[in-house]
């Protein structure tokens, strides 16, 4: 299956120029020769290439591209160079006069002419995807066909593709260097003309580029090329995640929903490390840990403003090539460490993450070095104010004496649109200043004027996975390629992801995709001679996991009222956390689920990544790591369900015993022993050292102390060489330690089940293979320490307002955040009054 589309807009002189280095850039990852014929070796089934591409019928590839100028010059070096067969002629726009630097003469004049014609060649593009995903556009502030033509067709792109995300990538003016006398009138006119029609822009300025160029790729005299192919690799860094397989990847809709904190707050900065020159390769391979300095340090930015005169409100970063999750999660707590790093007191979560496989590919004969490991910054950060005042000012000078004015006023232009232009400047200026203060707090609030402008199931399984089509296919598409192809009925996949958006999940592509999610799990359960329930798995943060689920949940229950549903779901961790919005997210989908799910077993990544590195020796894991020890926890869970046994468990079993009220329903889940494969045949426990193993804070799946809380029910279940004598023997000694408590009103305290199927392990894996092994849920009302931590950073973020207008733009009513946040307070107060 094909990947959601992306349509690339080229406009004016510097956005044509970009557009060479970019496409130069794409057909050397993509293996794509100049004809647009793939060189050996290179397939078009794979769809790495589909979202930029289009492939013909016989097997060429063609840019998903659109490139406009009012003169020709530029455009015809195109029809002329060397990648001149590999672009559709129609998608190459040429007019016959140029906007003369003049914002109105590109907006009102000569641009109005060709406004229908790039119209018309963009529904041709547009009508030719199956899933169009959005539209990324370049060109430069300042120029008049970048600024005044840009303005006119945003306006009328936004109001053709209201639904489709558009991002932007744009060359602002530099402090010194400008090579357009009227620059800040068109920059200050374009920024007024588009902030509305635009959902993310990314400024990058030429002096920025040009030290890199100088000061850290030894490059003192450049021509306009090394400039241009320095933003197509990071270009090409930023929309890896939309073509390439990766552990963790980014949609357009991402971007949107973890970088942009209010409406008009859409500008972040761009840095990209390592910038090493092709001379110094064999030199400068840099670790995880220095890519991710190297982003906080103003010489890497793309933009001259520096970091440390604001506060970050949120980083993107976009990882390459050979890294590991866990290297990842270091560097940023590293990073959080740092005083003269400072975020805003209200995004305690801070990141978003992306890491993609796919090593940088750099230009031959380039000035940038092959390098196994790179990374993109996107940050959106308080200092970019500085350019817009540095704007601001420039503009002032000139208009204060009315200079050039009469050059616009002739095109048709109203002079009153200048006035009007600075000041919205002027208050995107205050709107940022105001970002970090209490101010923002009422202006933000939803409602008022301007935000209105602005499972496995039962016995069979059902892989229930709502996700865009990723590089490589997506995860839905990648399981139809195993040998489990004749469940295809059961792999259910969308064509738009949820945008790590609870509300998007929930009330908008999720709903869409709920009645056919609901009729395959009837399929299923009519297949069953006796269903005794549903097992579900998913994560609290992603837009999916959160929103999709509680509609999928609240509909099966309805449906399967006398079914059990138990929940394995991977809960916010404390420090590690890829979505910058998951604080929203867990908060939502727990009042969304708590009445609609029997028993739910929470896990985080903080805690499973612990266990790797400490039990397990595996410092440096992939995502098949932790997800395979996730696999032998909840198939220890369920081997009574499949296995003889001398005391078996039924789900039924799992609520009689775990669940003392019906919210209080959030066991732990502990394992024992968590022993490396190298160690096999050192350490093989006893039953009593595998029980008391169990109440060690560091054997748990969440990040917990159980002795800051009372125990109210436990759940052992024994799988292997095991004797009920040792068992009984093990209890006893717990229920003797006093550094072990249980609510005074459970006598027993424990439920026991003993399997005689020893526990399983992959081969090649990181467990090792024991005769005997034991997994412990325990209802303890130490978990509300968990809900606690996930309420402050709730409220963190709330009491600004931050991102809650891409959860009301999803068609939720605000007031449902106010109603999650008092149950999960209510929940919390549960816990603590149950003792």
């Not at 990071?234 to 990847?249: I, P």
């Not at 999610?517 to 009519?526: F, G, Q, S």
């Not at 079914?563 to 998951?582: G, K, T």
């Not at 027993?748 to 090649?764: A, D, E, H, L, S």
Request: with cysteine; proline share 5%; net charge negative.
């Amino acid at each position: 299956m094909s990947k959601r589309e992306i349509i690339q807009i080229h406009i004016g002189q510097a956005g044509v120029q970009i557009a060479s280095a970019c496409w130069e850039l794409y057909c050397l990852e993509h293996g794509i020769q100049v004809d647009g014929r793939f060189f050996q070796g290179y397939d078009a089934a794979d769809h790495s290439c589909d979202a930029f591409f289009s492939i013909t019928a016989s097997g060429q590839a063609v840019p998903r591209v659109l490139m406009i100028d009012l003169e020709p010059t530029v455009i015809d070096e195109i029809r002329t160079n060397y990648y001149r067969n590999l672009f559709h002629p129609d998608g190459l726009l040429s007019g016959k006069e140029d906007a003369a630097n003049n914002y109105a003469r590109g907006c009102y004049g000569v641009g109005k002419e060709m406004l229908d014609l790039a119209l018309d060649r963009t529904r041709l593009l547009a009508d030719d995807c199956h899933s169009l995903q959005g539209f990324i556009l370049f060109r430069a502030f300042g120029g008049g066909t970048g600024s005044g033509f840009t303005s006119a067709f945003l306006e009328a792109l936004r109001s053709d593709y209201r639904k489709s995300s558009v991002l932007d990538f744009s060359v602002y003016p530099a402090p010194h260097i400008s090579p357009i006398i009227v620059e800040p009138y068109n920059a200050v006119l374009t920024t007024n003309g588009c902030i509305e029609n635009q959902d993310v822009c990314f400024v990058m300025d030429n002096e920025a580029v040009y030290d890199i160029l100088d000061r850290k790729l030894d490059t003192p005299r450049p021509t306009y090329t090394n400039p241009n192919r320095l933003l197509g690799q990071v270009v090409s860094a930023v929309t890896a995640s939309l073509r390439f397989e990766g552990a963790v990847n980014v949609s357009l809709d991402e971007f949107q929903t973890n970088l942009v904190p209010y409406p008009r707050i859409h500008f972040p900065l761009i840095t990209y490390a390592p910038f090493v020159a092709a001379h110094k390769a064999m030199h400068e391979q840099l670790s995880v840990a220095q890519l991710t300095n190297s982003c906080f340090e103003p010489a890497n930015q793309m933009v001259k403003c520096d970091p440390r005169n604001g506060k970050y409100m949120s980083c993107c970063l976009l990882f390459r090539g050979d890294v590991s999750p866990t290297d990842v999660n270091t560097a940023i707590n590293t990073i959080k460490s740092k005083r003269s790093i400072q975020f805003v007191d209200w995004s305690p979560t801070g990141f978003k993450v992306g890491i993609n496989y796919m090593p940088p590919t750099t230009v031959p004969g380039g000035d940038l070095a092959t390098v196994t490991r790179a990374v993109t910054m996107l940050s959106n950060t308080t200092a970019i104010k500085e350019a817009w005042e540095r704007l601001l000012r420039k503009f002032d000078i000139m208009y204060r004496k009315r200079a050039f004015v009469h050059h616009y006023v002739g095109e048709g232009m109203e002079e009153g649109e200048f006035q009007d232009a600075r000041e919205n400047l002027a208050a995107l200026v205050q709107d940022y200043q105001e970002v970090d203060t209490e101010a923002l707090r009422s202006a933000y609030r939803m409602g008022d004027d301007v935000l209105r402008k602005a499972t496995h199931l039962g016995h069979r399984a059902i892989f229930r996975k709502l996700k865009t089509v990723e590089p490589m296919g997506s995860k839905a598409d990648r399981i139809k390629t195993l040998s489990i192809s004749a469940l295809s009925t059961s792999i259910v996949a969308g064509k738009e992801d949820a945008a790590n958006n609870y509300a998007r999940g929930c009330y908008g592509v999720g709903k869409e995709m709920l009645d056919l999610a609901l009729d395959r799990t009837r399929l299923l359960a009519d297949d069953c001679h006796s269903l005794q329930g549903f097992i579900l798995f998913r994560a609290f943060g992603g837009g999916t996991g959160s929103g999709f689920t509680s509609a999928f949940l609240e509909a099966l229950r309805s449906d399967y009222r006398k079914s059990s549903v138990l929940d394995f779901s991977v809960y916010p961790a404390p420090h590690i956390s890829p979505i910058i919005v998951e604080p929203y997210n867990a908060v939502l989908t727990t009042n969304g689920c708590i009445e609609n799910q029997d028993v739910c077993f929470v896990m985080d990544n903080e805690a499973v990544y612990d266990i790797l590195d400490r039990k397990l020796d595996t410092p440096r894991p992939t995502y098949t790591n932790p997800n395979r020890l996730l696999g032998q926890v909840v198939s220890a869970v369920t081997a009574s369900l499949r296995f003889e046994g001398a005391v078996n468990v039924s789900l039924d079993e799992f609520q009689t015993n775990l669940v003392p009220y019906p919210r209080i329903h959030f066991p732990l889940i502990t394992y024992a022993p968590f022993v490396a494969a190298h160690k096999a045949m050192h350490e093989q426990l006893s039953v009593a050292q595998l029980t008391n193993s169990c109440f060690e804070p560091a054997n748990q799946m969440v990040k917990c102390d159980p002795r800051n809380g009372k125990y109210m029910s436990c759940c052992l279940l024994f799988r292997g060489d095991v004797s009920p004598t040792d068992v009984n023997t093990a209890i006893n000694t717990i229920k003797s330690k006093r550094s072990i408590q249980f609510v005074d009103w459970s006598p027993t305290g424990f439920k026991v089940g003993i399997n005689y199927m020893p526990p399983t392990t992959v081969p090649g894996g990181d467990l090792a293979t024991v005769t005997r092994a034991v997994t412990m849920l325990s209802n303890t009302t130490a978990i509300k320490e968990a809900w606690e931590r996930l309420l402050r950073k709730f409220d963190i973020m709330y009491r600004k307002r931050a991102f809650v207008h891409h959860y009301v733009g999803e068609g939720m009513e605000e007031g449902e955040f106010q109603d999650a946040r008092e149950n999960l307070a209510a929940l919390v107060q549960d816990y603590q009054e149950v003792d």
